[in-house]
């Protein structure tokens, strides 16, 4: 089992929020929750991930465009204006110190970008709050962004459908100057492996309810 301690949640987008909730229905047999909408023109829809049958804060978040948002052009957060099919884009990593670790990747020469606040309203109507890093570009997804949810609950243990996490981790074809980066952030081995394997993506191993894996 290779689950990296400070994980929050990990992103997969497309470019119908819509299809891509078929799409893991379809792969996983599980429906995700829905979210809600974000300010920036994007929603939401949620699995929680457990780790040995137990509940951690860790979840998947599938994002896509907002159906409810205003004009037709597609928000570029996580490249979604760019992208044809469903993929697994980046992850979040919650540090007890979200403007230390801020401050010591920028001493070490890696740009996380200010923690900015962001929110979504949930189906309820309700708005949940936070705060997280927006690298500027070109953005480096194979390095988390990180996450402060200060008062809020984490979604991760609420009320969603459940899968087992089983392994994640980032495959790079010259992975030492992501492993240089990530190290930069001084979180030593909290963060996703980082293997040398052909391409640069991620690999995320669930497991269904009837035992079965599946890999994205």
Do not use: C
Request: aromatic share 6%.
């Amino acid at each position: 089992m290779n689950v990296p301690p400070l994980l929050d949640h990990i992103v997969i987008a497309g470019p119908s929020l819509e299809e891509l909730v078929g799409w893991f229905r379809d792969l996983t047999g599980v429906t995700a929750a829905p979210g809600g909408s974000h300010p920036v023109g994007t929603a939401n829809a949620l699995v929680a991930l457990t780790v040995g049958g137990e509940r951690r804060p860790h979840y998947l978040e599938l994002v896509g465009p907002d159906p409810e948002r205003e004009g037709e052009a597609l928000p570029k957060l996580f490249n979604i204006h760019r992208l044809r099919k469903p993929t697994l884009i980046t992850y979040a990593a919650h540090p007890g110190d979200l403007d230390g670790v801020v401050a010591a990747a920028r001493a070490g020469g890696v740009e996380l970008g200010d923690p900015q606040p962001l929110s979504r309203t949930t189906p309820s109507g309700d708005t949940l709050q936070w705060r997280l890093t927006q690298a500027p570009p070109p953005v480096n997804y194979g390095l988390p962004f990180l996450i402060d949810w200060g008062t809020a609950d984490q979604p991760g243990l609420g009320e969603l459908p459940t899968l087992e996490l089983v392994s994640f981790a980032r495959i790079e074809v010259n992975p030492e100057p992501l492993r240089e980066a990530t190290a930069a952030l001084g979180l030593g081995d909290a963060l996703a492996e980082i293997r040398e394997g052909q391409g640069s993506r991620f690999e995320l191993v669930l497991r269904m309810e009837d035992g079965r894996e599946v890999t994205i």
